[in-house]
């Protein structure tokens, strides 16, 4: 869910990017390079879009292409994802399940969840999504110790993502993957003046996970910024 700045309403190659570690026309040519959203996933998108403001917490469809990409090569059986507002993520990921797997999508919102409820159901992946309403740590530690995790996307509040992937650390075997969204957080990360909750957070996570011997990370300049998590060797 990107915050401020992060160019999620960018559709179509003519739309600049406000991403401010991209130029406007490096912004563009990505998404003139990327394969666009489907008709489904646009209307969803636009549809996001009306709601104002808060779409910005909408994932750009670059990101979503290599977040289906991704799903499409691990092929995972049980994927989370922790923050699903308006269910763009939870679409291109579910579409690319297979029939027998699963995604695990937490969010705190009925009210948002429920925008993205029929796009789901038109894809035909509405019974691969398991949407669990409440505290995503609440969820996670109920989760079955025996429940192993292929994929996650953590995009939720930023001062809970150490808990998160603390919570989901358990669970995760050597191929599983974890992405963090929004952790270059618009360049706000390297602004020092800047001691907001959450640039703070996020400042925090990034050294905490690069510091912690259960992981490895390598941090992408895709959207607003991903860390790309696994288990360390």
């Known amino acids: 869910m990107p915050a401020h700045g992060q160019a999620s309403t960018i559709y179509a190659a003519d739309v600049t990017s406000d991403i401010a570690f991209l130029t406007d026309g490096i912004g563009a040519y990505v998404n003139a390079h990327?394969?666009?959203?489907?008709?489904?996933?646009?209307?969803?998108?636009?549809?996001t879009h009306?709601?104002?403001?808060?779409?910005?917490?909408?994932?750009?469809?670059a990101q979503a292409r290599f977040m289906a990409l991704l799903t499409r090569i691990?092929?995972?059986k049980v994927a989370v994802e922790i923050g699903?507002?308006?269910?763009?993520?939870?679409l291109v990921v579910a579409q690319e399940l297979a029939a027998d797997a699963m995604l695990i999508a937490c969010d705190i919102s009925d009210e948002w969840t429920s925008v993205g409820r029929p796009y789901?159901?038109?894809?035909?992946?509405?019974?691969?999504?398991?949407?669990?309403?409440?505290?995503?740590?609440?969820?996670?530690?109920?989760?079955?110790?025996?429940?192993?995790v292929d994929l996650a996307f953590i995009d939720a509040d930023?001062?809970?993502?150490?808990?998160?992937?603390?919570?989901?650390?358990?669970?995760?075997?050597?191929?599983?993957?974890?992405?963090?969204?929004?952790?270059?957080?618009?360049?706000q990360i390297l602004e020092t003046d800047d001691d907001s909750?959450?640039?703070?957070?996020?400042?925090?996570?990034?050294d905490r996970v690069l510091a912690d011997p259960r992981f490895d990370v390598?941090?992408?300049?895709?959207?607003?910024?991903?860390?790309?998590?696994?288990?360390?060797?």
């Open 158 to 187: 930023k001062p809970g993502y150490w808990t998160y992937l603390d919570l989901l650390a358990p669970h995760l075997h050597e191929r599983s993957v974890v992405l963090v969204d929004n952790v270059l957080w618009d360049g």
């Open 218 to 233: 390598a941090l992408l300049p895709i959207g607003d910024g991903i860390s790309f998590i696994t288990r360390a060797r």
């Open 50 to 61: 009306e709601l104002g403001g808060v779409s910005v917490m909408q994932i750009g469809p």
């Open 120 to 148: 789901w159901e038109d894809a035909g992946v509405a019974d691969r999504i398991d949407l669990r309403i409440g505290p995503a740590a609440e969820t996670l530690r109920a989760f079955d110790s025996e429940i192993s």
């Open 74 to 76: 691990l092929r995972p």
């Open 84 to 90: 699903t507002f308006t269910g763009y993520s939870a």
């Open 34 to 47: 990327t394969v666009p959203p489907t008709p489904l996933e646009q209307r969803l998108i636009d549809e």
């Open 197 to 206: 909750p959450d640039t703070v957070a996020l400042r925090d996570f990034n």
